[in-house]
């Protein structure tokens, strides 16, 4: 295997590598992804993957290329062009339940202000919108009102057939960097280090008119918005530069939990060294999300933290599970995390209960035996409180995918397929299940003979 070759290990880097980075050995027994296929069309960073069904999949990037592919064989079946500078944004559009028209469309959006809709089965070009003042960052999809959002310097509302329905003002220089549909209308847009509430107004018989109102904005961050997402029914979710996590009510808009200790200093070092440490953003930010019932999984600088939304706190950690700032993960069945970083590795973890600690030892002789004892309760206390403090789980790591040469911006997770990872080495590769390929092949190659005949002869 190319990531045997390769090998696992890494070499700490910088004054804040204090923490050992877990490696993991040749034998790799819980790892399945042991086949992969390299998929070559991209000549620059390949930053986003969508999945389009159960066996396709977009990838596209700073060429801006846009590619269909099988992701159960890894063959290019569209390659899609009509941008001229990066893709910035990617998402697609179903067609709604009740239309007799059931073809899924991409939604591309590019640093040269355009955004142009494809049909995903022939790869036509439907339509281009060239009005836009500022590069569009993120496109959101409303489905049950049938409408999509493009968010900017500005927020636009547009309908299937790309009218543009109504928007905003001007926000702000920076402009929104995330989206998110929540209940009543609403969506979130993160806009510096502010939330902002708006609500989509619907044509009735008073007004023909679709229009959008800001309700209002949140300002409980301290710093950027980087990552922001729905959790369940009841929450979503935002993360900040410099390391802030905030449950948000998807109802009220209210703070139910809020997260700032991710990450402290190791004490030993001096205060000139905590300083620089302090000063590195990247080992605090937070880039990503993915989410359980239970959980929310978050990458924070190199680390990955397992936050318990029941509990209000973080139940497991690794504090350096890769040796550069973790870009996406992902939730996989059996309790299992997938991760990627700008170091370029891929790793897969799997969440384990803790080992109890042993018992505490029953003080002897007749008074301690019916709690008459001093030293009973004033030493437990101490370690009642570390208990309490202590990570209750813990991120085992299982799988290190080695085949990338240059940071790992994404991935996707195919049940039947594998895994796809895209990079800024411009190549897609297609982790497959070594033992399932396995037994694939062996299937075809039985039910080739038989067809030929050549299976009774055999036997």
Known sequence: MLRWLIGGSREP????????????????????????LVLKTHHDIVRFLVQLDDYRFASAGDDGLV?????????????????TQKITAITTFPSLEASEEKNQLILTASADRTVIVWNCDTGRQIQKVSCFQSTVKCLTVLQRLDVWLSGGND??????????????????DTGISALIEI???????????????????APTEGSLEWDIVEVK?????????????????????????????????ILDWTVQACERNFWNPPPQLDSQQEIKLCQKPNDVSIHHFTWDEENVFVAVGRGLYV?????????????????????????????????????????IWELREKQQLAAEPVPTGFFNMWGFGRVNKQ??????????????????????????????????YFEDHGLVTCSADHLIILWKNGERESGLRSLKLFQKLEENGDLYLAV
Not at 67 to 83: D, F, I, P, S, Y
């Open 183 to 201: 209940p009543k209308n609403c969506v979130v847009a993160a806009v510096g280090k502010e939330l902002i509430i708006f609500r989509l107004i």
């Open 155 to 172: 927020l636009c509302v547009w309908n299937r057939r790309l009218d543009l329905l109504c928007k905003t003002g001007h926000l702000s």
């Open 307 to 347: 936050y318990n939304l029941q509990m209000k706190r973080v139940i497991a950690c690794q504090k350096t599970a890769h040796d550069s700032s973790v870009l996406h993960i992902a939730k996989l069945p059996n309790r299992q995390l997938i991760s990627c970083s700008e170091d370029g590795s891929v790793r």
């Open 217 to 249: 904005h949140l300002l409980d961050h301290q710093d950027n918005i980087l990552s922001l997402a729905n959790v369940n029914d009841l929450s979503f979710v935002t993360g900040s530069h410099v390391g802030e996590l905030i449950i948000w009510d």
């Open 379 to 412: 030493a437990s206390q101490p370690v009642k409180k570390q208990q309490e403090n202590a990570t209750s789980c813990l991120l085992e790591l299982i799988g290190d995918l080695i085949g990338h040469s240059s940071s790992v911006e994404m991935f996707l």
């Open 67 to 83: 590619v269909v592919w099988n992701a159960q064989t890894g063959e290019k079946l569209l390659e899609l062009n009509g941008h």
């Open 13 to 36: 880097q910088g004054l804040a590598e204090k923490s050992p980075l877990q490696t993991i050995g040749e034998e790799q027994t819980q790892n399945p992804y042991t086949e992969l």
